[in-house]
Nanobody, 114 residues
Framework: QVQPVESGGGLVQAGGSLTLSCAAS??????????VTWYRQPPGKQREVVGI???????TYPDSVKGRFTISRDNAKNTVYLQMNSLKPEDTAVYYC??????WGQGTQVTVSS
């Protein structure tokens, strides 16, 4: 099975930025042909959607991150990115990417200190 591989998390101060990456464990899966969703799961809470990119490049975000988070895709690298700016402590979570047909990856931890 193909698995997403998330990376780029870390510890950052409030107001800072991070860029997360999402790659596929096998090159047989192409992100540019599939909808990719970024999720996060804060400590003790349910997983939630933080952004979606569809094959034509259209993106959508919930109000909680709109204007701060941006999803992009590099087709040559078969990688999807989540650019996160103006981070807040409430953005602290494990971040995951996924797409129909993939299993869940390990996620990447983002911790925002106040």
């Amino acid at each position: 099975q193909v698995q997403p591989v998330e990376s780029g998390g870390g510890l950052v101060q409030a107001g800072g930025s991070l860029t997360l990456s999402c790659a596929a464990s096998r090159s047989t899966f192409s992100f540019d042909r599939n909808t990719v969703t970024w999720y996060r799961q804060p400590p003790g809470k349910q997983r939630e959607v933080v952004g979606i990119i569809i094959p034509n490049g259209y993106t959508t975000y919930p109000d909680s991150v709109k204007g701060r988070f941006t999803i992009s895709r590099d087709n040559a690298k078969n990688t999807v990115y989540l650019q996160m700016n103006s981070l807040k402590p409430e953005d602290t979570a494990v971040y995951y990417c996924n797409s129909p047909g993939l299993t869940w990856g390990q996620g990447t931890q983002v911790t925002v200190s106040s």
